[in-house]
């Protein structure tokens, strides 16, 4: 059962990491374009608690980080999404959260996610990033999430919680 | 269970170990070990998908840019009548052919030997790392910081360099910055950054008394102005569209519109070897060199597809991806 959901979250986190390089990021939507992993670092997060959110945000996180072709300092997302990894899990519940909390939960996760990595860029003194720049991919990120949380984060969630052994949290 | 002391220990770890790899990586760099690897490992599966996606991606970006895709259909039937009538190709791979025509045909009016790419993924960290992921890479003569070109001018420079891919920092992110010169009448260098997506590069010229003007074009300097950026010269950059009036100042600075639309790169070249010198303003989009004459040069291109005999890996026309190769031999 472990070995399965392991490997349940690695393809999961492969995957949407993928998608978004490979196709999200080339359709041109205005503004900016959604976060695939931050809905599915929710996902597993509601599905399996804070202290496992935590640590599947660290991991989809790093690979964020260090798949082509990112090309920023290293551990910002990782930090980023640990924090919503465990801040989600808080919300946990072993049946189905519902349709509402899930939309509240992405929108404010997907903002935390863009805000934190932001301010680290500014402490590092990274150029790309301005105060005009995080609201610019602030507002279409969230919104962009938003719309896609209805869809990605239930099925994503049930998987992993028929996957999750019972009791164990 | 909830908000365990467990869960708190966790987080704290987690958090600590994702400063430390922050700390570690701004200070020396050393996860461009890891992101090398990653890009061995990883760019060959997002090149795999890409070739399954993209023509989906490609429709959406269709209509995303129906205008210059209108423009590029007139272009490509002057272009590839000929071949037209020989092969069957879809509207995608005539729209990769004649990109890549026209990407070979700049080339060899510069006689830089070039290795044709196509992008498989774009951005990072939420499109603020203006970055893109090649199909070609070590295996193919591609290096680190090299100059990336399409056929509207400057693209990028290579960053990171996988064994079968590589990863460009584009043109406009913040980060990138080239040595720039004004057209020939004025050969005044300067430097040119790019201003985040969708907007003006920057141009700063550190003479104050040269006169800028709207609508003057600019080049890649080559000069090695950037010890560590090392761009091939002459590769038309944008054209001034602002000049900010200088006061006080030491420099003087322009907004310029790049040539390079970076929301649609798709199929572009990587300069791997080029000459010392390039005709001034020979690659610019109005350049006024005479037709007869590009005609010439083209045909006696030492590195012209068929005829070159540079070591394997390194031809000077590898085709972009594999379902044009059978096509993208000699016109």
Partial sequence: MTIRRIAYRLVIVFAAAILQVVVINQIPLPGGHPDLLVLVVVAIALASGPERGAMFGFFAGFVADVLP?????????????????????????????????????????????VLVYSGIGALLGDVRITAHSTIHSLIPTVVYDVVLAPFVVPLVSAVARRLEPAGSR | MRNSRRGRLVLTILLLAAFTLITVDYRSGTLNGVRNVAEDVFGPIEDLVSDVTHPIGSWFSSVGHLGSYKHENQDLKNQIAALQSQLHLSALERSELAQEQKILHLASVAQFRVVAAQVTAIGGGFGTDQTATLNRGSANGIRVNQTVINADGLVGRTITVGRNTSTILLGDDPTFAVGARLSA??????????????????????????????????VTAGDPLYHDQPFVP??????????VPAHLGLSQTALVKPFVDFSAIDIV????????????????????????????????????????????????????ASRSSSTSSSP
Avoid: C, W
């Fill in chain 1, 69 to 113: 072709p990112a090309g920023h300092i290293a551990g910002r997302l990782a930090f980023a999404y640990t924090l919503v990894g465990y801040l989600a899990g808080l919300l946990d519940d072993p049946e189905e959260t519902s349709v509402f909390t899930t939309i509240l939960v992405v929108a404010a996760g997907s903002a935390t996610v």
């Fill in chain 2, 185 to 218: 009448q004025q050969p005044e260098l300067g430097n040119v950054q790019g201003g985040g997506p969708n907007k003006a590069m920057t141009l700063t010229l550190y003479n104050t008394t040269t006169k800028l003007s709207v609508g003057e074009d600019l």
């Fill in chain 2, 234 to 243: 002459e590769v038309p950059i944008g054209q001034i569209t602002s000049v």
């Fill in chain 2, 269 to 320: 070249a990587i300069v791997v070897n080029a000459p010392k010198t390039v005709k001034h303003d020979s690659l610019l989009p109005h350049a006024p060199t005479p037709a007869p004459t590009v005609t010439v040069t083209v045909t006696t291109t030492p590195g012209a597809p068929g005829q070159s005999s540079p070591p394997p890996g390194t031809t000077s026309s590898t085709p972009p």
